[in-house]
């Protein structure tokens, strides 16, 4: 129905734009992963050294296994705030399902920045938390250890990627027939195995969605460490952020954002195959 | 009978789910609620109610005229993704060359890699073009990354397209051009809105990207970021309380556009990272 000229005229700009704005940049990503730099210049000399680097300097390693474990920790902690919720909103919310379910949308698109600069403006030393503490006399000198620490870390990215993944399992709960369940209640299933046999395997395609989302999202962030983190919250990103700020080393934060990558996209390729094999026809 | 078959009263069930709804909006009430006070941020409770905040803000200099600079990058990355999440929409629904599953991948490339990746990439590649930082790259680089949410809104919107009208337009004698504005892209005309407010959203919250690729002018984001490293004062809490208001208005606008639209696209979207 539609000429090749119509074809060729939608097809080519797009096209052309994304080969030079995006395929082009994260080849040069990659091609700078290969290089070097050389008395504060960067020089095209093909080498492995940077990959060496990473894999040799327990520095790294040690700052990627953290990164790993609050990723994980985030992903955890959401799917512990976002199922429950998403299974309560689904059978149990009644006339307030839609009303319920516009509340958890509207944090999402709320700016990231806010989201993150209330979390300090509360977890702070003359912060509010510690201001309603002393004010109930549960303490009497402010606690130190909520700000600045890995935990502050993963409080924040849990608040922001909770209602992230809330959603797709919102929706894979929504389309579940309820004849499935009904028949299994039926047949003589309690609650407990109806969830288990029934509910979370179907469940299973929307969970998996939700927690690749927030895990690679929460892999690559630095704004949340640089934000709440302090020193002992510094993640893989700031690394690489360094790298390419003040260190002034192109190639070996190229190398460190390729591994970023591969992480992403491997993890990305998993999920997928999982989903595929879950998903109820 | 969707959502009503096992419903049991769940009084533990609703308890969690209420103290969710807390976690998340608690720092949002306190954010708000401390720009109103007059000793700060901190302390408890807050005491004397003031505006002095806003006040302070309105009178703002260099904070108004980030607020322009991310008006100004905002716009034109609405009017560049949408163009070119037009064709990218089209050309997956309507045409087949080599290479499409391929081109489907890095489209949406930006939208589930971190910030960071995409930022350091575009700054790369304006490194290796041999251009100055500035608004102009931070633009480029927003309507490139956010050619992925117009593509897939808009995409949503073409599957929902009645094909029929276009075939009768095109066999009663219209031109594919004519066709194309008198027919395709009407009917398009909600996903368009929807996903440009959407664009303009996350273009004025963007800060991974922005990061990299940001000159001498500061964008909101940024502009905010740079004094929260100073130092945090109610000030900031007024402007993120406004910019809380701004995106819930945007949001409901949003919502309802895309209720008239194609119903669920946004959680397709985010379904299928």
Redesign the interface.
Known sequence: ???R????I??A???L??GL??????T??FA?SFWAVQDGTLVHHWNLANYQKLFTNPLYAGVLFRTMRIAASVTLCSLL??Y??A????????TR?EL?Y??????L???????G??????L?S???L???L??FHFTHAPVGFLLYSPFAVVLMLT?IY???VF??IY??I?HIP?SL??AS?DLGAG?AP?FFRVILPLSM??LL?GA??AF??S?????APL?VGGSSGTMI?NI??TL?GASYD?PL??AI?VC??VI?LSL?FLTERLEKRWSFK | MRGTSPTRRAPLLAIYATLVFAFIYLPIVVLILYSFNRDGVGGFPPRQLTLDWYRQLFADGPLWDSVLNSLLVACGAVALSLALGLLAALALDRASFPGKALFRRLVLLPLILPGIITGLSLLMFVVFAGMQLSLLTVFLGHGTALISVATTEIFAGLQKLDRAQEEASLDLGATPWRTFWRITLPNLRLSLIAAGLLIFTLSMDEIAVTFFLLGRDNTLPLEIWARLRRGITPEINAISTLIFAVSVALIIVWYRIRMRSVGSGAQQLLERP
């Open positions: 129905m539609y000429s000229t119509y074809k060729t939608v097809a700009p797009p096209l734009w994304v704005f995006l395929l082009l940049p994260y040069l990503m700078h705030l976002g429950p919720l299974y309560y909103l689904s059978f149990h919310s009644g399902k319920l516009q509340l958890v949308i509207v944090p698109w709320v700016s990231y920045l806010v989201r600069y209330a979390w300090k403006t509360i702070g003359d912060g509010v510690n201001g309603f002393q004010y608040h909770t209602p992230f959603l797709p929706a894979s929504e309820r369940v009904e209640q609650p109806t395609p929307g969605a690749t989302f690679v999202l892999l690559g962030d630095f704004l934000l990103a690489v952020q390419f192109w934060g190229a954002s970023i990558l992403t990305l």
